[in-house]
């Protein structure tokens, strides 16, 4: 392998290499990222290519903010043959890990998106030859590494693999889903998008279930709310504007006209217990919250967001929260990583658990996710 890929927003390049730039490092790991405006990728080559395995399994997929996909690749395929693009795929792979599924892909973005039709039909005879060049298991493994061809023209691609535990379950790290028409606004697919990626499908059902108590700040005129309410959450919304009427029918919604940063839940008590983090070492850990789960969207500075939601969660006022962090015009990745290094230093990660990343739904704004890791008692 000679370096890694990574798939963002085009236009967040820049943020995304200066992430991966910094991150790699952090794990020992030197190199450069190339990157082109608008080109919706970044390459970063190692100077070490036999680092570049071991990278893949240290970074944690789920805290690099800009990227949408992380994938391990060989060095750039170019001058296909348009009539044999099939045989330089299978002699790149040769040395690879055994792949439980091929994905054909491109970049997002308006010189790419011609090459999407070719992707989907060319990934037929691709999956064949691999499955009879046995780089491919017969049938789709989940846990397997999942191949990656990811097309920049007709004439080259790069190609790698990712590790399905550490990377985005959707195709092109695009999660695509359907607005439901009776959600109030589009901002509902942020919060449905970060649920599906950063809670595991099956802790879905359990970790959000009927008869939780969650609470909405900045919540008009009701998006996120809808979200909750229909996996049976009773939700307080607060916010100044108006909550659409069907949500309010449907006796699950509260609305307080109140300051999201003032705003309190009912307060419960609150017995703390003292149980083991992964390490053996003792963590106070609250056996109940007040609430289960706290969302916000509100439009503020992002790192008065972050304090509020550390106070949230430090004070045991929620077990979990996904939130907003609106971004700055400049320095976006700086301002990012100013905001997760407050949520860290005042919760610590021994007992919580950090989840960031700029989703197909944002705009000039990340999702992020914290929430008390799971505890056994002692
Ligand atoms: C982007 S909208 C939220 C959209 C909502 N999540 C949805 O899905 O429909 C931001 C909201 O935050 C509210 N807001 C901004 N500052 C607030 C504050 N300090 N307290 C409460 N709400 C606030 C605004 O009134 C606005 O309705």
Not at 148 to 162: D, E, R, W
Request: hydrophobic residues 35%.
């Amino acid at each position: 392998m000679k370096g890694l890929l990574l798939y963002c927003r085009p236009g967040f390049e820049n943020d995304c290499a200066a992430e991966i730039q910094e991150q790699a490092a952090d794990c020992g790991c030197y190199g450069f990222a190339k990157t082109e405006r608008q080109s919706g990728y970044v390459y970063f080559e190692c100077y070490d290519p036999s680092q570049v395995a071991a990278l893949l399994k240290q970074l944690n997929f789920f805290r690099l903010v800009f990227a949408r996909q992380l994938i391990a690749v060989s060095e750039l395929l170019t001058d296909l043959d348009v009539n044999d693009r099939i045989t330089p795929v299978l002699n790149a792979v040769a040395q690879y890990p055994l792949c439980g599924d091929i994905w054909v892909e491109a970049p997002e973005g308006d010189e790419t998106k011609p090459l999407l039709t070719f992707c989907r039909k060319f990934t037929v005879p691709l999956r064949a030859a691999l499955r009879k060049g046995n780089r491919l298991t017969s049938k789709e493994s989940d846990r397997k590494p999942r191949m990656h061809v990811c097309f920049l023209s007709n004439q080259s691609a790069f190609v790698g693999y990712s590790l399905t535990n550490n990377s985005s379950p959707f195709y092109m790290g695009i999660a695509r889903l359907k607005f439901p028409p009776k959600a109030p606004s589009r901002s509902t697919l942020k919060l449905d998008e970060a649920i599906q990626l950063f809670i595991p499908k099956d802790e879905q059902e359990q970790r959000l279930h009927p008869g939780m108590k969650g609470v909405d700040l900045g919540a008009c005129p009701g998006g996120w709310t809808y979200q909750l309410v229909r996996r049976g959450l009773f939700v307080s919304c607060v916010d100044n504007g108006a909550i659409d009427q069907s949500l309010m029918d449907t006796g699950q919604v509260k609305h307080y006209t109140d300051d999201g940063f003032k705003f309190q839940p009912l307060l419960r008590n609150v017995t703390w217990l003292t149980a083991k983090d992964e390490y053996g070492e003792k963590v106070q850990y609250p056996e109940h919250t007040h609430v289960n789960w706290l969302v916000c969207d509100m439009i503020e500075k992002p790192h008065r967001v972050a304090k509020l939601m550390a106070d949230w969660l430090e004070h045991a006022y929620c077990r979990e929260a996904i939130f907003n962090l609106k971004l700055p015009m400049k320095r976006r990745y700086y301002a990012v990583k100013e905001c997760l290094d407050l949520l860290i230093s005042q919760l610590g990660e021994q007992a919580f658990e950090f989840q960031a990343k700029h989703l197909y739904h944002d705009r000039e704004e990340i999702t992020v996710h914290v929430r008390w890791k799971p505890f056994k008692r002692k």
